[in-house]
């Protein structure tokens, strides 16, 4: 993020699937260098989530257990949180595991998927069994979503009141 801007919660509406889930994931990959998935125990994993997990393990920079991350807190429980690099490569991965932002819930996938600037903060955050996604963008980013992808200016809507 440039300077030391304000940054704007935005809610991403509506489904975000096939041609809007792509355009958000390759923005988002070009213009931040992590993302994390969350992998609860309790709630299992299949056999696609395990091999999306090994295709990813050459990117992981940590995994470490934690009781909350951008979205959510667990009052009883642990879950392991795997932060990996965003690089084309990564970017191929997660477009090729889901179609859909909804998409990113055990036990198909991983859960959550979030992405994060430099300093870990969150410019993506998704919770997805309650189907809450947000944006936290400068002004200056998110006029480079807009200029990127027009279509998502009637897909945001302010978390501010």
Not at 8 to 18: Q, T
Not at 146 to 151: G, L, V
Not at 153 to 161: D, T, V, W
């Given at each position: ?40 125990p ?53 477009l ?56 998502f ?9």
């Open positions: 993020m440039e300077g030391n801007q304000t940054l704007l919660d935005l809610r991403l509406c509506g489904p975000i699937e096939d041609n809007a889930f792509r355009a958000l994931v390759e923005w988002l990959g070009g213009n931040f260098p992590r993302a994390l998935v969350v992998v609860r309790d709630l299992g994993l299949s056999a696609t989530g395990h091999g999306f997990l090994r295709r990813l393990d050459r990117y992981v920079e940590s995994r470490r257990m934690e009781s909350e991350w951008p979205g959510t807190v667990l009052t009883d429980d642990l879950a392991e949180i795997i932060i990996f690099r965003l690089c084309p490569e990564t970017i191929d991965l997660l090729g595991a889901a179609e859909d932002l909804s998409a990113w819930q055990q036990p198909n996938l991983p859960e959550d998927l979030c992405v994060l600037r430099e300093d870990m903060t969150p410019a993506m955050v998704s919770t997805t069994h309650e189907d809450f996604f947000t944006l936290h963008l400068s002004q200056s980013e998110l006029a480079r979503l807009f200029k990127n992808s027009p279509d200016k009637k897909r945001l809507a302010s978390l501010e009141g």
